[in-house]
């Protein structure tokens, strides 16, 4: 599982500075999809070969006690029960405030890991800009600025050092089993997550894996169907209660990210009886920035007028346009209607997601794409694209090799990406396209 950073601090400290200069580089990979809607809240990151997770805790007002600002300290606290280290960060340039001290005063109730970090420091003195803040009692504080980049790279492998260190070892995680392909279940509460889960492994001898762990233990469930081994990575908290699956903790957006990375393919349930929301688009948009293959299951179909289902129809078109490359099934979760189709879908999806092909296959289809349509002119150079292999899988990524590639537009790259798609039957899995220029 990926480690959590949770940045915490008053505002206009730089936490969204900070967040902002970890997330980019995820960002570049899915560009920007019409229609994608992105949690400004919640991204991942990448240092080196090393990903995580970052959140960024907007406003923190531990002392509201209603509206607005309690509902954001609350979602601050989760976050933070949630993380396995917590980034305080304070202004060197305005020096201590007694803002500062109150989160402290929180921050060590919870016992979490907190790693406290003086932002704004660029061209100041150690001394002079950590001075002040001795004095909350956490030791030498890092320096960074995030405006600039100083001390990020070196405070970020810390932080995942010591959440890697934190970690339960393998061992007493129990041993691994491989039990299929991995399917993690994910959605907004109430949208029939539980429901579904009970459907397809209700019936089934289930053996639960509660791993240990502090307050992110996880649940692998193996389960059969119609032959084939699958595992359901817990989504959200859910728990098998006496015999059937529920809901014990209120909606986590950490645990969704993490099972979401933890899975071969997701299973995004939608509900049609409510309009797709903010927070379906933000799931969404978490599963195509993880890679992992995809299916789109619209549940409560049952009980749904023709009328009423069109415009199901047409809301998911305007807003999860972005999501085309899944299939998607209308289900009835309490019913078992749908469910078949469903896991076809699901095999499909983890047979396209983990395709083995080969660079001579490749390099024809890529032959192909430039025979239908060149690659533009970027003022005088021509981008000169020579072979294709590939250079992953779940998903699949397809490195492009060649000459001045840096000007191939994105337009041009999507393009390929439907090229080969639509090749090798690609069907449920994000491709991914890389482009590799050589001297
Ligand atoms: P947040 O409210 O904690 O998310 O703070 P923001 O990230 O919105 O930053 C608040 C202000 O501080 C903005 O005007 C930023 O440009 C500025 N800021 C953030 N990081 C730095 C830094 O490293 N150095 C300087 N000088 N300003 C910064
Ligand atoms: P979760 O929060 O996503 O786990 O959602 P639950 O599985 O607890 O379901 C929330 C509510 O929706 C419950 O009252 C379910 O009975 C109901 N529900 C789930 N699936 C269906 C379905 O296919 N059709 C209808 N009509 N109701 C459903």
Redesign the pocket.
């Known amino acids: 599982m990926k480690p959590v950073i949770a940045l915490v601090g008053r505002p206009n400290v730089g936490k969204s500075t900070l967040f902002n200069r970890l997330t980019r580089s995820r960002d570049a990979l899915v560009a920007d999809l019409p229609g994608l809607t992105r949690d400004r809240h919640y991204g991942e990151g990448r240092i080196g070969e090393r990903p995580f997770l970052v959140i960024d805790t907007g406003g923190f007002e531990p002392v509201a006690k209603e509206g607005i600002m309690f509902e954001m300290a609350l979602q601050t606290r989760q976050a933070v029960a949630e993380a396995d280290v917590v980034v305080f960060i304070v202004d060197g340039r305005q020096g201590m405030t007694p803002h500062d001290k109150t989160i402290t005063d929180y921050l060590r109730k919870t016992g979490r890991k907190v790693m406290l970090v003086v932002n704004k420091s660029e061209g100041m003195k150690y001394t002079s800009v950590t001075a002040d803040f001795y004095e909350l009692g956490m030791g030498d504080p890092y320096v960074i600025s995030a405006a600039h980049g100083d001390g990020v790279n070196d405070l970020v492998v810390e932080a995942l050092d010591f959440a890697f260190a934190s970690r339960p070892d393998a061992e007493q995680m129990g041993e691994h089993v491989d039990h299929g392909v991995k399917i993690a279940i994910v ?10 889960i009970n459907t397809l492994v209700g019936e089934q001898r289930v053996i639960a894996f509660d791993m240990p762990g502090t307050t992110r233990d996880s649940i692998e469930v193996p389960f059969e169907r119609e032959g084939k081994q699958y595992t359901l990575i817990d989504t959200a908290g ?1 728990r098998r209660r006496g015999k059937v699956f ?2 014990i903790e209120k909606f986590s957006v950490v645990k969704t990210m993490q099972s979401i990375s933890d899975a071969n393919v997701v299973v995004l ?1 939608l509900d049609a ?1 409510q309009d797709i929301s903010e927070q379906d688009a933000h799931i969404a948009g978490f599963i195509l920035e993880s890679g992992r293959a995809l299916v789109v299951a619209v ?5 749904l007028q023709s009328d009423d289902r069109d415009e199901v129809k047409i809301d998911l078109d305007r807003k999860l346009d972005f999501l085309s490359f899944a299939k998607t099934h209308f ?5 078992g209607t749908g469910i078949s189709q469903l896991m076809k879908s699901v095999d499909a999806a983890y047979a396209a997601a983990t395709a083995n092909l080969s660079t001579p296959r490749l390099t024809r289809a890529l032959q192909e794409a430039i025979e239908k349509q060149e690659p533009k002119r970027k003022g005088s150079t021509r981008p000169k694209m020579r072979y294709a292999h590939q250079g992953g899988q779940n998903p699949p990524i397809i490195v492009i090799h060649g000459n001045a590639l840096e000007a191939v537009s994105e337009p041009y790259k999507r393009y390929l990406e439907r090229h080969f798609r639509d090749t090798f039957n690609l069907v449920g899995t994000p491709v991914r396209i890389e482009l590799k220029s050589g001297k």
């Open positions: 959605g907004r509460p109430n949208v029939g997550k539980s429901t579904l859910i529920e809901a349930l009886q549940n409560k179909w049952d009980g289900i009835s979760a309490l019913k």
